[in-house]
């Protein structure tokens, strides 16, 4: 099993920053898929990045791509989400996952945290 634990939301202003973490606890990383989703109301859940934890591959949304960056920390055993030049496009609630497929959809990961609320004002 392992236990996610996200922390870092919060409210900023259009072109502002924000670092997103998920911190593991249970297991290490080191054999998962590690990604970050979010859920804006009224909408799906959507893929925002993915990294592999041995290797570091990363995946990035189109929408996202050149503005966020994911980033893991082996020591911390903790996964980052480093969002900048955000948009009010960008509110949503941020989920961080694990799964063992570097997939771009829900339910191909395993493991889910309870998300943390990111809110971009214009």
């Known amino acids: 099993q392992v236990q996610l634990v996200e922390s870092g939301g919060g409210l900023v202003q259009a072109g502002g920053s924000l670092r997103l973490s998920c911190a593991a606890s249970?297991?290490?990383?080191?054999?998962?898929?590690v990604g970050w989703f979010r859920q804006a109301p009224g909408k799906e859940r959507e893929f925002v990045s993915s990294i592999r934890w041995s290797g570091g591959i990363t995946v990035y949304a189109d929408s996202v791509k050149g503005r966020f960056t994911i980033s893991r920390d082996y020591a911390r055993n903790t996964m980052y989400l480093q969002m900048n030049s955000l948009k009010p496009e960008d509110t949503a609630v941020y989920y961080c996952a694990a799964g063992f497929v570097a997939g771009r959809t829900p339910v191909e990961y395993d493991y889910w945290g309870q998300g943390t609320q990111v809110t971009v004002s214009s």
């Open positions: 249970g297991r290490t990383f080191s054999r998962y898929v």
